[in-house]
């Protein structure tokens, strides 16, 4: 049998996304590693797209929801708000703690916990401020990047009402629909909340091509089609908003509106490689290493920033060798995290 996303494994496991997320979260770990090493020119352009690499996150995990709800033709929406919480705030919790410590390590002394930041993190309201307007609530004590989790977490929450409210084959058009509006709204009155309902799109791209995966026939391949061409309205929308705004404006790559635009082009190639990947046999095994890495990468994801400020104050990161451990130390925390702290987790509630 080919491990591969066109023939799942016996344990369900689609290894090609699973290399996928791997590669991309290596990839945001480099992204910071030379924001703090600073690896030069080559360095600059080869870690400039760190948000595209959230994007494949983003996208991925529209896949997976998406897949796991249709082979659970039983699922509630008790069983899924459960098992969504479940794989999102124990570790996250973690994460906040990790990033305490590392604060204060760094300061030389144990600071003042940051309650208020922690319980508005912990309500999932944080995103960061200095790429684009209307932003509530910072990532706890710095940790950026915790932004992307609350973006998770409502594209979660309105996963609910969409699959279980609305039928299979309008699911997009209500999904186009709610972006659509909320980018408007957001272009004229900045807002948190038009911000996650405007990205929903982008996560819901990867939902499609999961149920075109599933069921290979030409009404699903149509439904993909329009929820590309509405992404791609959005964009124009984007662009022609770009044309506006420069004429008061400095462009810069790195803050909006050019972020939203990498954003929504990022996510409409990837989907499309996406979903050509699907279509042909790659022989991409369990036996390979980044593979075996897919299960942590959530860990490393949300550990690896504080991690690097340890590394940073000890001056450890400035050498081939430091960088190296710094890594493993990553992987560490993340395996501990998630095979004993988070399944212990799983277990108790379980028993609930």
């Known amino acids: 049998m080919n491990n591969d996303l066109k023939q799942p494994a016996a344990d369900n496991k689609f290894y090609f996304l699973e290399l996928m997320r791997t590669l991309a979260a290596l990839y945001v770990v480099g992204v910071h590693i030379h924001q703090i090493v600073d690896f030069g020119k080559i360095g600059s352009m080869l870690f400039a797209f760190g948000q595209e690499a959230v994007m494949i996150f983003f996208v991925l995990s529209g896949f997976v929801i998406y897949y796991s709800a249709e082979n659970k033709k039983t699922l509630t929406i008790p069983q899924y708000f459960k098992a969504r919480f479940l794989r999102i705030y124990p570790v996250f919790i973690l994460a906040c703690l990790l990033t305490y ?152 790559f790195g803050l909006f509106p050019v972020l939203f635009i990498r954003h929504f082009v990022a996510s409409m190639i990837f989907v499309t490689v996406l979903w050509n990947i699907s279509k042909n046999t790659f022989n991409i095994g369990s036996a390979n290493l980044l593979v075996r890495l ?58 609930i």
């Open 101 to 252: 410590v590392a604060k204060s390590f760094i300061s030389d002394e144990w600071l003042d916990f940051q309650w208020i930041s922690f319980l508005e993190n912990i309500c999932m309201l944080q995103d960061f401020s200095t790429g684009k307007p209307g932003v509530w609530i910072q990532p706890f004590m710095g940790n950026t990047p915790l932004w992307s989790l609350s973006y998770e977490w409502w594209f979660y929450m309105l996963f609910i009402p969409i699959y279980f409210y609305i039928p299979e084959n309008r699911r997009y058009l209500y999904v186009g629909i709610i972006s659509s509006a909320a980018l408007v709204v957001y272009l004229i009155f900045p807002n948190q909340i038009c911000l996650w309902l405007s990205y929903f799109i982008l996560w819901w791209l990867g939902a499609e091509v999961s149920r075109k995966h599933m069921q290979p026939d030409s009404v699903n391949l149509n439904t993909l089609k329009k929820t590309l061409f509405i992404t791609a309205a959005l964009l124009v929308l984007l662009l022609v908003y770009l044309l506006y705004w420069k004429t008061d404006h400095t462009i810069l």
């Open 294 to 351: 897919a299960p942590y990468t959530y860990a490393i994801y949300v550990f690896h920033y504080p991690v690097l400020l340890m590394f940073e104050k000890t001056g450890w990161i400035f050498s081939i060798w430091g960088m190296a451990a710094s890594l493993v130390a990553m992987l560490l925390l993340a395996i501990i995290a998630e095979e004993v702290f988070q399944k212990n987790i799983v277990r108790w509630f379980k028993k």
